[in-house]
Nanobody, 126 residues
Framework: QVQLVESGGGLVQTGGSLRVSCAAP????????ITWFRQALGLEREFVAA????????DYANSVKGRFTISRDNAKNTVYLQMNSLKPEDTAVYYC???????????????????WGLGTQVTVSS
């Protein structure tokens, strides 16, 4: 069983920055593809960014490309999502999700992920 714990959410003004983290204690972290999803009130959960096991492959939703950066530190069992130039439409609960994947393949489908955190709220005020 893999436990994912998000942290770092909060309230920020439009144009500001925030970094959220996803920690997963245990020896299997380096075997996991980690993906950030977000869900705004009343909307479906949507793909934000993903990173492969060793960090060599990353993917982003078009809506965040150029503003968000996903990275990971396998020595610390942590994935980061650096969010810059934040907009009110970025307001959502941000979830990290994981699945074991030997060969990286991007997946936007939440149903394909085996492990989820409880989420962290990000609010961007206008």
């Amino acid at each position: 069983q893999v436990q994912l714990v998000e942290s770092g959410g909060g309230l920020v003004q439009t144009g500001g920055s925030l970094r959220v983290s996803c920690a997963a204690p245990g020896p299997t972290f380096s075997l996991l593809t980690i993906t950030w999803f977000r869900q705004a009130l009343g909307l479906e959960r949507e793909f934000v960014a993903a990173i492969s096991r060793a960090g060599g492959n990353t993917d982003y939703a078009n809506s965040v490309k150029g503003r968000f950066t996903i990275s990971r530190d396998n020595a610390k069992n942590t994935v980061y999502l650096q969010m810059n130039s934040l907009k009110p439409e970025d307001t959502a609960v941000y979830y990290c999700a994981a699945k074991r994947q030997f060969v990286y393949r991007r997946s936007n489908n939440p149903n394909e992920y085996d492990y989820w955190g409880l989420g962290t709220q990000v609010t961007v005020s206008s």
